[in-house]
């Protein structure tokens, strides 16, 4: 038996849903996580200040009594998107981040951002404030391999953007690249990218090997193993600009399941076992704290968590469920395909 005590972990890119989905996945997060970044894609998705507000409220409620949970609400950007919303949103405390969608990206982004010249008054306002900006960094274009995207995202929308406004701070999400770790390293200031758990884990062979696997469908898509080693390389390094951000993204079965599955993962119940597996494999269980609970906080200019939780390892593989059910139907958990045996305590 070995035990890790860490500080409370956060998670700075959580999709939450909404309704009974809410209700059905929060425990998972709450349980362990203390805070998270609460992406904003509903249907139709939060776009105000006061459309945060509500949902924060609905979030709140959705806790299971006990659980000390913060969600840190996003607002999403469209073209059309007022700067000064934005801005008493950010004041008031309960505006932490907006959040860039290329339209047609990923589920629901069709309200998205097409022209981000049509952005660039939000934006400005954002680099004053000091507001900082989550991109889905992907573009869209039919002529960029899905392969690539997040590479011609980078070279083409956000290093301009970055030359045209360089105090904005910007999180690019979920980066599943070398070429986005490279990109955030090479930076010098306002750039950091989160990690998600499961792109530590699985390369694209995951999801097309052996038949369609389409709980291993998310985006931006697993990509090839010597990208995954660079996410890897990154997150167990401790620089302080990468940090986890799980893109825990609940779809129902029948909706994975099918001639055209959505994207997503869903990683909540079993995260921690899952980096915990991760860090010790790569002799690093000592950088587990900087990247799930220093590094997050310092980047958004938060404290970090004062409680702590402990992880143990046993001889005993940790049972997690296939599956949950929700309410809103059964949400399949992310297998990692490897049996995990560290356990939160
Ligand atoms: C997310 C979702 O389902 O909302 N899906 C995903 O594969 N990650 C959207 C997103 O973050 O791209
Ligand atoms: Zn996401």
Same mark, same amino acid.
């Given at each position: 038996?070995? $035990? =890790? ?51 924060? $409220?609905?979030?709140? !409620? ?56 049509? !952005? ?11 507001? &900082? ?48 770790? $490279?990109?955030?390293?090479?930076? @010098? ?24 696997? &389409? ?7 697993? @990509?090839?193993?010597?990208?995954? =080693? ?63 609970? =220093? ?29 949950? $059910? ?20």
């Amino acid at each position: 038996m070995q $035990d =890790l005590v860490i500080r409370r972990p956060d998670d700075w890119h959580l999709h939450l849903r909404d309704g009974d989905m809410l209700k059905g996945v929060i425990a998972d997060t709450s349980r362990h996580f203390a805070r998270a970044i609460i992406m904003p894609n509903l249907v139709p998705p939060v776009v105000t200040a006061a459309d945060a507000a509500a949902y924060r $409220d609905r979030i709140v !409620a959705a806790i299971p009594a006990g659980d000390r949970f913060e969600p840190l609400m996003t607002l999403y950007l469209t073209e059309g998107t007022d700067p000064d919303d934005v801005e008493s949103g950010h004041k008031s405390g309960l505006v932490k981040a907006v959040k860039l969608y290329p339209a047609g990206a990923t589920t629901n982004s069709n309200s998205g951002v097409r022209d981000i010249d049509k !952005a660039m008054p939000v934006l400005e306002r954002m680099a004053k404030i000091g507001l &900082p900006l989550c991109v889905h960094g992907e573009v869209t274009t039919s002529d960029v391999d899905i392969f690539d995207r997040e590479a011609a995202f980078i070279a083409t929308v956000l290093d301009p953007l970055r030359k045209r406004l360089p105090e904005l701070k910007v999180t690019m999400e979920h980066v599943t690249t070398k070429d986005g770790v $490279d990109y955030i390293k090479a930076s @010098k200031a306002n750039l950091a990218g989160s990690i998600t758990t499961h792109h530590l884990i699985i390369n694209r062979n995951a999801i097309l090997v052996g038949g369609i696997k &389409p709980h291993y469908y998310c985006l931006p898509v697993a @990509k090839r193993e010597n990208h995954r =080693l660079a996410l890897r390389a990154a997150a167990i390094s401790g620089d302080a600009r990468f940090f986890l951000g799980t893109d825990s993204a609940p779809h129902v079965d029948p909706l994975k399941e099918c001639a055209c599955g959505c994207a997503g993962i869903y990683t909540s119940i079993n995260t921690m076992s899952c980096l915990a597996h991760v860090f010790e494999e790569e002799g690093a269980l000592d950088k587990l704290e900087a990247f799930a609970s =220093l590094n997050g906080p310092a980047w958004y200019g938060l404290p970090v968590n004062e409680e702590t939780i402990t992880l143990r390892k046993q001889q005993e593989a940790v049972r997690y469920p296939a599956k949950i $059910d929700t309410g809103a139907g059964l949400v399949t958990v992310f297998d990692p395909m490897f049996p995990l045996r560290w356990a939160v305590v």
